[in-house]
């Protein structure tokens, strides 16, 4: 998987469906010989009411196998990965139960409709596509379930996670902070509500103390929270006094820096406890809400995309969690004193990136696991991190540049929107992942059960 999509968090797909995906690869190509192995047809666990067999495990594993032969990535011991993928296959089978329950089904044209689409992907017609796949050793029906079984999970899932899933405004804001970088600084549109007293031209010393005594008065109304709006529409001597002094949204550059500066401490709801003096006279603030901003381009805190590389050192049997961190600090010590980050890269780096020099290209919010992000997000420009511990490994990163995202303000705040609601989505899907399979009654049996052990 090159670049690990970006480290993307996946599952392991449905065997023969997801050892299809990979066909346009010479490795993919090379059929799955089931002719050497000796299939048992024995229980290995009891899922409720349904069972899944030897055979339908060794048929997952071996798919499994190939796949990850064909990233370069190192395979755990047998037994461990035999496990690892009973287990997928445990919540495979609780999530086609419920959507059983849920009345779900994938019908045979949106099934065809989406065979059609991954040979057009393949650059092949139906034909030939399906010959490929059944030249691996998959019989086109097993790929056809498969293809089924995907779909099904997808729907399932949209019907009790990703419909349910809601982002406000205020994520929104505060995502956009954490997005732009370090010393960045952060624009809010702020809605407001005002009280003015205006002044007469040429006032006396006297008639301003007696017009800022009443300002102060209501002021203090206001802050022992009386109807805000009442206050304004009997007290306020501009022209927006009917509507309760209601200023809507405004950017933080069409205001006095006075007032943005009165009110960057408040919660909404508060009111500015002194008065704000202005040309024409005296003026009580409230902050209603701050949203980030959207008035315009220029306007708008932007987005950042981080031009980005890495090293990534997988661990696994051959490397230890500490030897891992220990590599990447040595490369990061020759890095900082002058060496070439691409040549480690290219000599040391267990991603698809290597040949790039670890190159990533410009990442967008979103497009990286959360703990790549976070600490991509810390560096400034042309800085080595520490070793960064995700789920596919330890990564030295180093950022290379930053950009303002490409796009309106609109298009930009709809990139954060998408972000949020992917994580958001992502926790909640792994939640109800595990409560899903803490209801389910589960068994192993024979080999399976002894790994319990």
Do not use: C
């Not at 030897?323 to 780096?349: C, E, M």
């Amino acid at each position: 998987m090159a670049n690990m999509n970006r480290f993307r968090s996946t599952t392991l797909a449905a065997g023969a469906f997801a050892a299809a995906l990979i066909l346009s690869s010479p490795a993919g190509a090379q059929a799955l010989s089931k002719g050497n192995v000796q299939l048992a047809d024995s229980v290995v666990a009891v899922v409720n009411s349904d069972v899944i067999t030897q055979r339908e495990l060794l048929d997952r594993v071996g798919l499994i196998t190939r796949r990850l032969q064909q990233q370069n990535a190192p395979l755990p011991p047998t037994p461990q990965l035999q496990r690892q993928v009973l287990d997928q296959m445990v919540i495979e089978r609780v999530q086609l139960q419920k959507a059983k329950e849920d009345g779900i089904n994938v019908d045979d044209a949106t099934v065809n409709r989406t065979l059609e689409r991954l040979a057009q992907q393949n650059q092949m017609t139906l034909d030939v596509y399906r010959a490929r796949i059944e030249a691996q050793g998959v019989p086109w029906s097993t790929f056809t379930r498969d293809a089924r079984t995907e779909l099904t999970l997808s729907k399932l899932r949209e019907k009790e996670v990703d419909s349910k899933i809601t982002v406000s405004d205020a994520e929104i804001a505060n995502y956009v902070a954490s997005q732009r970088g370090p010393n960045a600084k952060q624009s809010s549109d702020l809605h407001l509500q005002h009280i003015m007293f205006k002044l007469p031209p040429n006032a006396s010393q006297t008639d301003v103390a007696a017009l800022q005594a009443k300002a102060e008065a209501v002021l203090k109304e206001a802050q022992s929270g009386d109807d805000f709006a009442k206050l304004a529409k009997q007290n306020s001597q501009d022209t927006d006094a009917a509507k309760g002094g209601d200023l809507g949204f405004r950017t933080q550059g069409s205001l006095p820096a006075g007032v943005v500066s009165a009110v960057a401490t408040l919660r909404p709801g508060q009111v500015v406890p002194q008065l704000i003096r202005t040309d024409g006279g005296f003026e009580i603030i409230k902050l209603v809400e701050r949203r980030s901003g959207q008035g315009t381009a220029a306007d708008a805190p932007k987005l950042v995309q981080t031009h980005v590389r890495h090293i990534l050192l997988r661990v696994s049997d051959g490397m230890s969690e500490s030897a891992a961190r220990q590599k990447l600090l040595d490369i990061k010590r020759d890095v900082v004193g002058g060496g070439d980050f691409a040549n480690f890269a290219r000599t040391y780096s267990q991603d698809g990136s290597a040949s790039q020099g670890g190159d990533l290209g410009w990442i967008s919010p979103g497009e990286t696991v959360p703990e790549f992000e976070r600490a991509m997000n810390n560096l400034k420009d042309n800085d080595v991190s520490d070793p960064v511990r995700s789920e596919y490994g330890y990564h030295l990163i180093q950022v290379l540049a930053r950009r303002e995202a490409e796009g309106s303000a609109t298009q930009q705040l709809d990139i954060a929107r998408q972000a949020i609601g992917q994580r958001k989505a992502e926790q909640a899907y792994s939640d109800w992942l595990r409560e899903l399979r803490d209801t389910a009654y589960v068994q192993y049996k024979g080999i399976a059960a002894q790994a319990d052990q």
